[in-house]
């Protein structure tokens, strides 16, 4: 069974820093895209990050330069890096498993497409003084 | 950036009804796109991928349709266990999700 196990949230003041990390089981995360998404309380569901097997990193405009997603293949860990957080970056942050992965071109421009097939329980952060 | 509206926001309907959910892609997404159903405090669970595929495990009155720019999610015959939210997803994109109760 595959199972992702996040940890590491909590209360930070703003400015500060904050490591998540998310212990799989059932699969290698060097061998799949591994995202981010995150929920503020009461919204919807946002994209933050997704590391791909090659190493390559994206991140949403919101967290660019001040969160790093990285994995260590020893501990299949996934983790994310949280600096100088703000407090609308407060949510629950799960990791998920990215599923098959599509390159699709359209208008001059590709991208990968996926879906996140196994998630995390999540961890909830909370950016407050 | 792709940006992805889906609507209603939130519905009511009645057990044993048939409940859709659109979504629409801002460029063409091919059949790219992806379902989640998500119940307060817990983590969301894909239920159709690309479109149209449903996840293992999942109870066949959920499907979907569409490719391009235009999707669509039913329900058929809604169920007391199907309240929850709804989001469509492509890649790095969520839709804002529907919120759907009895």
């Given at each position: 069974e595959?199972?992702l196990?996040e940890s590491?949230?909590g209360?930070?003041?703003p ?18 895209y591994m995202?981010?998404v995150r929920q ?8 933050v ?6 190493g390559?990193?994206?991140y949403?405009?919101s967290v660019?330069?001040r969160?790093?997603i990285?994995r ?6 996934l983790?994310?890096?949280?600096s100088?957080v ?5 949510a629950v942050y ?5 599923g098959?992965v599509h390159?699709y071109?359209s208008?001059?421009t590709?991208q990968?497409y996926?879906?996140?097939d196994v998630?995390g329980?999540?961890?909830a952060?909370?950016?407050?003084s | 950036d792709i940006q992805?509206?889906?609507s209603p926001?939130s519905?009511?309907a009645?057990?044993g ?6 979504c ?6 091919a ?8 119940k307060?405090?817990k983590a969301?669970?894909?239920l159709?991928s690309d479109?149209s595929n449903?996840?293992?495990?999942v109870?066949?009155?959920f ?5 391009g720019?235009?999707f ?7 169920q007391?266990e199907?309240?929850g939210?709804?989001?469509c997803?492509?890649s790095?994109?969520?839709g ?5 109760d009895?």
């Amino acid at each position: 069974e595959v199972q992702l196990v996040e940890s590491g949230g909590g209360l930070v003041h703003p400015g500060g820093s904050l490591r998540l990390s998310c212990a799989a089981s059932g699969i290698t995360v060097s061998g799949y895209y591994m995202t981010w998404v995150r929920q503020a309380p009461g919204k919807g569901l946002e994209w933050v990050s997704v590391l791909h097997i090659g190493g390559h990193t994206d991140y949403a405009d919101s967290v660019k330069g001040r969160f790093t997603i990285s994995r260590d293949n020893s501990k299949n860990t996934l983790y994310l890096q949280m600096s100088n957080v703000r407090a609308d970056d407060t949510a629950v942050y799960y990791c998920a498993k990215a599923g098959a992965v599509h390159l699709y071109c359209s208008g001059g421009t590709c991208q990968d497409y996926y879906a996140m097939d196994v998630w995390g329980q999540g961890t909830a952060v909370t950016v407050s003084s | 950036d792709i940006q992805m509206t889906q609507s209603p926001s939130s519905l009511s309907a009645s057990v044993g009804d048939r409940v859709t959910v659109t979504c629409q892609a801002s460029q063409d997404i091919a059949h790219y796109l992806n379902w989640y159903q998500q119940k307060p405090g817990k983590a969301p669970k894909l239920l159709i991928s690309d479109a149209s595929n449903l996840e293992i495990g999942v109870p066949s009155r959920f499907s979907g349709s569409g490719s391009g720019t235009h999707f669509t999610f039913t329900i058929n015959s809604l169920q007391p266990e199907d309240i929850g939210t709804y989001y469509c997803q492509q890649s790095s994109t969520f839709g804002p999700g529907t919120t759907v109760d009895i």
